[in-house]
């Protein structure tokens, strides 16, 4: 796993493995030179044949994937391998739903081959990718590297890589609303550097979107400006949210014209603000709509709309799991097929985000010009005090509403308005607070190296604890899994960063 790949043969190649530890730290001023030297340059419409002037509206649809990493590669818990999810699927077919496994690695892969067949018949296919890095580090450990491959193909191939477009995330698949500020600064990073070390610094400098993990956005003021400043700082240029997070500022009422880019706005108690464009993925039976190209057809019905005083295509925004559900392992495939053929040269056709940005600009379009949104429920908030109060006005103000309004909460919003990442995972969150607590106190401190073994060791459990299953089942083996993580985390920094 450290030979390095073709792609990783000039002199800014990063390893794709250091010290048997996928890399995900050591080289933050090279990314940050690749992130930066791409900024502002465009990427897609140069290649678009796209007539936006023509058509009426567009349709983009994204693939999360996703497996956690858990030590279960033997049978004392304190001493187990971890191992993605998947290779605990593979050799254990007759539990559960397990036996979903050898479809799961397919479902990874197809994507791969689907796009260059589509564009080799001389069709528009576009599709929008959301992996984490504990699902890619899997796939290598547990040998898949054809998975990789058919992702190289376009994502590094200059006829194919326009169908394509990859979106960040955070690479322990970390829930924004409840992961230490720092932390998930951490996990954003640590996937730049992962991406850039599989398929190349020059296909970082092409990701300017971010997928948030299960579209949970903070909604807290502090911690939505820092998540915000997180995304800006790391070159992000959009995000995607799920309707149902964010409202209007004026009213706190929803997003109406929910097709259309806005700007997430979103503002600290210390009156700093921090915005980013935001791409609105609308409510409904995510796996359904995407495995049936939903999309396609809602586009269909949709005429152009005004912005900043010009006429511009809308374009209906979905993302659902790429592997999980009958629909997505079934029915997917054909419907992707009939959806790119029927679509290609037609008034509603496959547009990635960027690509379709990238169109708006040209016209004359600005950030600025985009409504703004902010997360929900802040408006009770300023209603109440003005930023620049600070966090103990703001601490009181969150008690004084929660006091009044029993459904009002600083959780954040999410793919589902029935599950808080918080409330009910007290003994999982309790032993990952105090880990990133020692790991902020004793790693992060001012001149430690970031690419030293002991450092990436400490992350890399560090980042693999904060996945949101943990937070998800909240009991059981899977809460085990997770204050194991922990441990291990709390061990090495007493073995290596003792002073």
Known sequence: MSALTKEQTSADALPEYVDGLPNIAGQEALIDKAIKNAAGKPIYKPASSIDFGAINAGFACALHQHQPLIPAGGGDLRTAEVISNLKYMMDNQGIGDNHNAPVFVWCYKRIGEFVPQLIDEGKQPRIMLEYSGTLLHGLRQMGEHHVIDALKTI??????????????????????PSTPIQDYRLHVKAWQHHFAAIFGLEALGRVRGFSPSEMALPNHPDVAYAFVKTLK?????????????????????????????????????????????????????????????????????????????????????????????????????GKFFEAARESTGSQAPMINVTEYLEHLFALGIKEKDLEPLQPIQQKKIWDRMKPGDGPEKLAKTIEAIKKEDHQFHMDGGSWTNSISWVKGYDDVLSAMERASAHFNEAVLKPGQPTDEDRYRKALFYLLTSQTSCYRYWGQGMWTDYGRELCRRVEEIIRHDYAT
């Open 233 to 333: 700082d790391c070159g992000f240029q959009w995000v995607l949210v799920q309707e149902h997070s964010v409202e209007r500022p004026e009213n706190g009422w929803g997003p109406e014209q929910k097709h259309l880019p806005h700007r997430l706005v979103c503002t600290s108690s210390e009156g700093e603000t921090a915005e980013i464009i935001a791409i609105i993925k609308t409510q409904g039976s995510d796996t359904k709509l995407v495995a049936q190209m939903q999309p396609f057809y809602e586009a269909k019905g949709l005429g152009r709309a005004t912005l900043a005083g010009k006429s511009v295509p809308q374009l209906v925004t979905q993302i659902a799991d790429g592997e999980n559900g009958g629909v997505m392992m079934n029915e997917f495939p």
């Open 155 to 176: 994502t590094c191939n200059p006829r194919y890589w326009h169908g394509a477009e990859w979106l960040g995330a955070p690479w322990g698949h970390a829930v924004a």
